[in-house]
């Protein structure tokens, strides 16, 4: 059950922060709102999440989840790219990280 609060964790700050993007480039409301619902969201699956697990096992989860799939929704939804190509390579560490962190222990 944590591993479907930590993607829920994920899905809920890709949304906000698509809200936020969108509020800052168009200054429209309706992303200002977006973006504070998704962040409820992260707070509501952060509780979930922290009842049955410990806070590094989750953090690391989450940090590596939300950098893996709100980078891949920004290069492919947005069109976003990083400056360097050492930066992809860090990327690619930082899955083999979360890979390693989910190895271990899941509690479904």
């Known amino acids: 059950m944590t591993l479907i609060n930590v993607m ?3 899905a809920a700050q890709i949304f906000g922060d698509f809200g936020f993007k969108d509020f800052v480039l168009s200054r429209d ?3 200002l709102f977006r973006g504070a619902i998704g962040y409820i969201g992260v707070v509501f699956f952060l509780l979930k999440s922290l009842a049955t ?3 590094l096992w989750i953090n ?3 940090s590596g989840s939300t950098l893996i799939f709100e980078t891949a929704a920004a290069f492919f939804l947005l069109g976003e790219r990083f400056e360097h ?3 992809y390579v860090a990327l690619l560490l930082i899955i083999v990280g979360v890979v ?9």
């Open 8 to 10: 829920g964790i994920t």
């Open 29 to 31: 409301n309706i992303g």
């Open 53 to 55: 697990n410990n806070i």
């Open 60 to 62: 690391g989860m989450w």
């Open 85 to 87: 190509p050492w930066q």
């Open 100 to 108: 390693g962190l989910k190895g271990h222990k899941i509690l479904w």
